[in-house]
């Protein structure tokens, strides 16, 4: 890049235009701080001048930048840093602002200067970072080629001052499937589930499950709830007799079953397959005990209890109230089964 004079001018302040994918967006909960910068600026003037930088769009959508742009009509300023403070200034009524331009910087360089500017002053949240990193990582691209992934996380945390692990939790935003980012871009699920949900289980299947389980529910479930479950994702990742449409239905009806806990409600679908689930992990837990010292008449009667409590899941149709078809197919030992009494 080469080197360019800095000169701060007045700029009108109706032809600055507010940029939509910055880092921070979320103004109406950074209002009272917005409010006091307004209140400060009113009495005591701006301290500090905003940088812009100018640029045209044309009609067939070409964007124009640099000096060529600051000769255009149409020239319009695109705000690196002090978006605060024109907001500030638009609140008051000033007419101008004083104002840096900078006429020679990639439109990776401005980027740049904006992560590294509004990172470090209010907060920004990971929601806001996700939209962020997009165009950022497509103007990384264009000027870098083929890159290595380390290297861009960590020029996002020499921009930023936040760390790698963050932006993985925030990337996992950007991996996640539409629906979910949609609710969480609306705040309806905490910005950090898509990362934990990664974290638990590699299986698309059963993260899909455990997906539709957050996207479902009436109230917000916490963020790490995922980890509750993570014992049990691995026991079905090992199975290899489940379908994929039956593993993401199974982790839905484990972690719904996890989140609902001590709840005094009724399932209104049968959930056939997380019954079958517990019951098979209660074999798995006998089977760890040491049965050495046991009778085979005994552990025949271990045997048979823990074939009861798979009829009491499947056969009685009991549990919650619920009612199964007559002949639900296989036992706990995956033997077929006569009909079941009714």
Same mark, same amino acid.
Do not use: C
């Given at each position: 890049m080469r080197k360019e004079e800095r000169i701060i001018v007045k700029i009108n302040v109706k032809d600055v235009v507010q940029d939509t994918a910055q880092p921070r967006q979320d103004w109406d909960n950074n209002e009272k701080a917005l409010l006091s910068l307004s209140e400060d600026i009113k009495e005591k003037g701006m301290y500090y001048p905003i940088i812009v930088s100018p640029f045209v769009k044309t009609n067939s959508n070409e964007l124009i930048l640099g000096d060529m742009a600051t000769k255009h009509d149409d020239r319009k300023w695109w705000i690196l840093?002090?978006?605060?403070?024109?907001?500030?200034?638009? *609140?008051?009524?000033?007419? =101008? &602002?004083?104002?840096m331009v900078r006429t020679n910087l990639t439109m990776l360089e401005m980027l740049e200067i904006q992560f590294a500017s509004n990172t470090k002053r209010l907060s920004v949240t990971v929601t806001e970072m996700s939209k962020a990193i997009i165009r950022y990582r497509d103007e990384y691209r264009k000027e870098h080629g083929k890159y290595n992934e380390v290297d861009f996380i960590n020029s996002l945390c020499s921009l930023?001052?936040? $760390?790698? =692990?963050?932006?993985?939790?925030?990337?996992? +935003?950007?991996?996640?499937?539409?629906?979910?980012?949609? $609710?969480?871009?609306?705040?309806?699920?905490?910005?950090?589930?898509?990362?934990? +949900?990664?974290k638990v289980t590699k299986d698309e299947d059963l993260r899909r499950g455990i997906t539709d389980a957050y996207l479902e529910s009436k109230?917000? &479930?916490?963020?790490?709830?995922?980890r509750a479950i993570k014992y049990d994702l691995k026991v079905i990742e090992a199975e290899d007799s489940l379908k994929p449409d039956e593993k993401r239905l199974l982790a839905k009806q484990i972690f719904n079953d996890f989140i609902n806990q001590g *709840?005094? =409600?009724?399932?209104?679908?049968p959930h056939f397959l997380l019954y079958k689930q517990k019951a098979m992990k209660f074999?798995?837990?006998?089977?760890?005990?040491?049965?050495?010292?046991? *009778?085979?008449?005994?552990?025949?009667?271990?045997?048979?209890? +823990?074939? %009861?409590?798979?009829?009491?899941?499947?056969?009685?149709?009991?549990? %919650?109230?619920?009612?199964? $078809?007559? %002949?639900?197919?296989?036992? +706990?030992f995956g033997k077929a089964t006569g009909k079941s009494r009714g």
């Open positions: 840093d002090g978006e605060r403070r024109w907001l500030s200034a638009v *609140k008051l009524g000033h007419e =101008t &602002i004083d104002a930023t001052g936040l $760390s790698a =692990t963050y932006f993985k939790n925030v990337e996992a +935003i950007n991996r996640a499937d539409d629906d979910m980012k949609k $609710s969480v871009f609306a705040y309806e699920v905490g910005g950090y589930a898509p990362s934990e +949900i990664e109230r917000q &479930i916490g963020a790490n709830a995922p *709840k005094r =409600t009724r399932d209104t679908e074999l798995r837990e006998v089977q760890h005990w040491n049965l050495n010292g046991l *009778k085979t008449k005994e552990v025949a009667t271990l045997v048979g209890l +823990i074939e %009861n409590v798979h009829t009491y899941f499947k056969e009685e149709r009991r549990l %919650n109230g619920q009612m199964f $078809s007559s %002949n639900m197919g296989e036992n +706990i």
